[in-house]
């Protein structure tokens, strides 16, 4: 959140500019005492892989105390660490061991919700008249229905885990707004005794060392309430059924930069350092991002935008997959680079613990598994922006064979699975088709050696290995100049040590080329030419040449000579605009012409 005096003549970036983050999902990351399940001395004895890998950044997922009915976003107490991943001795000595090798550590904060076992919602059930009832948004049945009746609920909305967003509470006859599980109800942002408890916590961790906030949901935290308080139904989902929309009414709301100013006041003004605040926001828009992250006038550092992991998805959502398109994917960052070119900053993501892996989803996990998790990572990392690398990413790990329903973990996959049977979908198609977008890809172990389980633990895991673990792992990979491991590295000492990446301008090139994705990034005193075939095809680069001389108004053949910095195919090397061979990715650099 500050910028350090510029130390040469480019132009000032964030410090965040010029680092990587790395996302863990304690759970799946590494075991230490063979219980089945990742922890905190796990994620310590691993910190060397991120210290080699060059990050500068760490965010865990929750470790906080749950009864894990979302793995962990549905929080008892803020203040504790779950005893599954360790103790608050545990935690600190992370912070110490990250902090010794330069790297930041970033807590989860989830805070639209708690758990229904939080003592603030225990206390806030016992009555309509206790004194938290109005921490979170309660409900009197739908008018002219009796609590239970069918319809009852005060709105239509779908939860994002199936069924109703409403759950009764028998003993006091209202329901309460849970947007996800029944076990994760909203906290009601209104009250601000709710905005100063959190403010009060998240002080308690930056004071016990940790660096800043990766915030879970936060722009559904301002509800988009009518003036008598009540929240209208939504319109239908297309794909039929009871339930409506209520995504407008809850996303991005009125009172969302408001209640991120206050929390950057009250829990940031005065602290010496450099702290890193993200904000996930499913459904921001590119305007709406710009005035969230703007240096200024903004109240968080970037936000995590939704639009190209989206692009896959039907109208029916996730589970209504679509084929990928290069050109959609190109008009997307293509807007996001640009809005973002003056003002605000760009997260880039391809995996999180909510996606599945991208070397299944756009790359070619197969003949040419390497060959495209390296073109992928390239194509991101170079962005404007900073890059975040999900566990396992960095080595290209894949998504996961489904064969049964019990193959399925996660909340949102087997309450879908649930639904829709009993609607009447047929089992095994069900099992097939939500493979390829589950959340589950992302949630088997880490897979860091060829041994048992990957390494990951040495009891019996929580959740699936991938049975390729035994061939693609961490210790196959270290060594070896031409694997997806060594490629992130590079890539993020280019980012570190080339200002270009940092703080150069964009220009996407060979916009409707419809397998090359090209662009320029250029400061005053360097160009980088970006070219990466999306393919498994040799691609000519008559069109991309084309493209550098048309968008650029430039001579193709000026990129001749240009040093070659990074490319992912290491025998035969190709410089220049040479043909691409199948997923070849390749970094061009030269002074600056004009
Ligand atoms: C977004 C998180 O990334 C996801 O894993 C979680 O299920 C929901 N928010 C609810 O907290």
Redesign the pocket.
């Known amino acids: 959140m500050s910028t350090p005096p510029s130390p040469s003549s480019e132009p000032q970036t964030p410090w965040f500019a010029s680092t990587v983050v790395y996302q863990v999902y304690p759970r799946s990351f590494a075991d230490s005492d063979g219980d089945g399940v990742g922890d905190l001395p796990g994620i310590t004895s691993r910190l060397d892989h991120l210290a080699d890998l060059g990050v500068g950044v760490v965010w865990l997922s929750p470790v906080y105390a749950s009864p894990q009915d ?1 793995n962990g ?1 549905d929080i008892s107490d803020y203040r504790a660490v779950d005893p599954s991943f360790g103790t608050l001795a545990d935690m600190d000595a992370l912070i110490a061991a990250a902090h010794e090798r330069g790297i930041k550590v970033v807590m989860d904060l ?1 805070v639209n ?1 708690t758990s229904d076992e939080h003592p603030w919602f225990v206390e806030s059930t016992a009555s309509k008249d206790s004194p938290k009832r109005d921490w979170y948004v309660w409900r009197p049945p739908r008018e002219g229905f009796s609590a239970g009746d069918p319809g009852a609920e005060p709105t239509n909305w779908r939860s994002a885990f199936s069924g109703s967003t409403w759950q009764l509470d028998e003993r006091t006859g209202e329901y309460y707004l849970h947007l ?1 599980s029944r076990k ?1 109800p909203d906290l009601n942002w209104e009250n601000p005794e709710v905005r100063a408890a959190v403010a009060d916590m998240m002080r308690w961790w930056l004071d016990r060392g940790v660096d800043g906030f990766r915030m ?2 936060i722009n559904f935290i301002s509800k988009r309430y009518d003036a008598d308080g009540s929240l209208p139904d939504g319109a239908p989902w297309p794909d039929g059924g009871l339930w409506g929309d209520g995504g407008p009414f809850f996303m991005t709301g009125p009172r969302l930069h408001e209640y991120l100013a206050e929390l950057r006041r009250e829990v940031f003004a005065g602290r010496e350092g450099q702290f890193l605040t993200v904000g ?1 926001m499913p459904g921001i828009t590119v305007e709406a991002a710009v005035e969230l992250t703007d240096a200024g006038t903004g109240v968080l550092d970037m936000v995590f935008q939704f639009e190209h992991v989206n692009l896959d998805h039907g109208p029916g959502g996730k589970w209504d997959p679509q084929p990928f398109s290069l050109l959609d994917l190109k008009a997307s960052f293509g807007r996001w680079q640009a809005g973002m070119a003056e003002r605000g900053w760009n997260s880039l993501y391809w995996d999180n ?2 996606q599945p892996r991208i070397v299944s989803r756009w790359g070619d996990d197969g003949r040419w598994w390497r060959e495209s998790a390296t073109a992928l990572a390239t194509l991101l990392h170079l962005h404007r922006g900073t890059p975040y690398v999900y566990q396992g990413e960095e080595i290209g790990m894949t998504n996961l064979p489904f064969a049964a329903p019990e193959d399925y973990s996660d909340i949102e996959a087997v309450n879908h699975y649930r639904q829709a049977v009993a609607a009447g979908a047929d089992p095994q198609a069900l099992v097939a088709s939500m493979a390829r977008l589950t959340r589950d890809n992302a949630r088997s172990g880490m897979q860091w050696d060829g041994g048992p389980n990957g390494g990951f633990t040495t009891g019996e895991p929580w959740y699936r290995v991938n049975p390729n673990a035994s061939w693609l792992n961490v210790e196959a990979q270290r060594d070896d100049p031409a694997s997806v491991l060594s490629h992130h590295k590079a890539l993020i000492a280019l980012r570190r040590d080339e200002p270009c990446v940092a703080a150069g301008d964009f220009t996407m090139l060979a916009a409707t080329h419809p397998h090359v994705y090209a662009y320029r990034r250029a400061t005053a005193a360097t160009e980088l030419l970006v070219l990466v075939a999306v393919s498994g095809e040799e691609q000519p680069l008559a069109a991309v040449a084309a493209a550098v001389a048309a968008d650029l108004g430039d001579d193709a053949a000026a990129w001749d000579g240009a040093e070659l910095v990074l490319g992912n195919w290491h025998d035969e090397v190709r410089s220049g605009l040479a043909p691409l061979r199948p997923w070849e990715a390749r970094v061009l650099r030269r002074p600056a012409t004009a």
């Open positions: 979302d976003y989830v919700h996800f994760q879970d949901v996930e613990h909510d």
